[in-house]
């Protein structure tokens, strides 16, 4: 890795350390991941109650949720919101201090760690809904025959397995029992499926 890209990242992971953005990036990528993994889930369950036969459907409408959710709220929204926050501290110290801190390391420190949240938030809001439709991408891509029902089952099964994992990751941050956590997360996803699975009886 070249000598200057290592001084940047050391930079930024000097800022974030700075102003304590470590557990804000993490609850925007945990919130946003869950957000993103259940709204892709209701789409492809939404998709195949409706009768949708097409892999490219489940696939564009899954991937564009996810793109407008992570470019527009967790991009854009999220470094607009952690930005006017960090540039309020940034005031509040200069009036204590009685003195402009323009160009100073509080100052880039300031506008470099909404970027880095921003950066998290989206991060939740794209990757889990990808990798939820990996199964459909797979179809499309490898030009599979497979049956819309099995790759339904298929993509279910890896949302409620990222969601499990996600439940291991908070287990691990809050100290709980991992596999308790990710099974409390994975119901989540089980018990939304099992309601699509009713609805699909009953009509």
């Known amino acids: 890795m070249p000598i200057h890209l290592l001084g940047f990242l050391y930079k930024i ?11 804000i990036a993490r609850r925007m990528l945990v919130t946003n991941s869950f957000d993103s993994l259940l709204s892709t889930l209701g789409i492809i369950l939404g998709a195949y109650l409706s009768g949708a036969q097409n892999v490219a459907v489940y696939v564009g409408s899954a991937i564009g949720a996810s793109l407008a959710l992570g470019i527009f709220s967790g991009f ?11 540039l309020r501290e940034l005031k509040e110290t200069e009036k204590a201090m009685l003195k402009e801190l323009k160009g100073s390391i509080y100052d880039r420190a300031a506008r470099v760690v909404p970027v880095y949240v921003a950066s998290w ?10 990798v939820g ?17 099995t790759l339904v089952y298929l993509s279910v099964t890896v949302i409620i397995t990222e969601l499990f994992l996600l439940g291991v990751y908070l287990g691990k941050i809050s100290g709980e029992n991992k596999i308790v956590s990710g099974l409390r997360m994975a119901s989540i996803g089980i018990a939304a499926a099992m309601l699509f699975a009713i609805i699909d009886l009953l009509i």
């Open 13 to 23: 992971r000097k800022y974030v350390s700075m102003l304590h953005a470590q557990s």
């Open 76 to 86: 854009v929204a999220t470094y607009m919101s952690e930005r006017a926050e960090r």
């Open 121 to 130: 938030s989206a991060t939740g809001s794209l990757l889990p809904p990808v």
């Open 133 to 149: 439709v990996s199964p459909f991408l797979a179809a499309l891509v490898l030009d599979f025959r497979v049956e819309i029902k």
